[in-house]
Nanobody, 130 residues
Framework: QPQFVESGGGLVQPGGSLRLSCAASGFTLDYYNIGWFRQAPGKEHEGVSC????????YYADSVKGRFTISRDNAKNTVYLQMDMLKPEDTAVYYC???????????????????????WGQGTQVTVSS
């Protein structure tokens, strides 16, 4: 059974850092673009960052550019999102998703509906507050 499990969320003060992990089981990440999405209270899902399956192409939303870094370790079947200089507006549930590598990372991140992708996780809560 293909499954994604996100971890690493929590409560952090503004300006702090968190590293989210997304571990896949039941399928191999090598053939998929991977994206991180988030949903803040009362808002729609939004694409945060996406990374290509093998070419290393990355995409970042303007709101996180320069603060977040996406990476993947195909050997560990895991994707990461390093989040630095966190702001209260980054508070949200963060989800990872996988999509067939035929789609570009830009297309993937521009598709916030998780059900449009091939696999997605249950999310991890990130709260940025003093």
């Amino acid at each position: 059974q293909p499954q994604f499990v996100e971890s690493g969320g929590g409560l952090v003060q503004p300006g702090g850092s968190l590293r989210l992990s997304c571990a896949a089981s039941g399928f191999t990440l090598d053939y998929y673009n991977i994206g991180w999405f988030r949903q803040a209270p009362g808002k729609e899902h939004e694409g945060v960052s996406c990374i290509g399956s093998s070419d290393g192409n990355t995409y970042y939303a303007d709101s996180v550019k320069g603060r977040f870094t996406i990476s993947r370790d195909n050997a560990k079947n895991t994707v990461y999102l390093q989040m630095d200089m966190l702001k209260p507006e980054d508070t949200a549930v963060y989800y990872c998703a996988a999509r067939d590598r035929l789609a570009t990372v830009q297309t993937m991140c521009a598709t916030p509906d998780l059900e449009e992708h091939d696999y997605w996780g249950q999310g991890t809560q990130v709260t940025v507050s003093s």
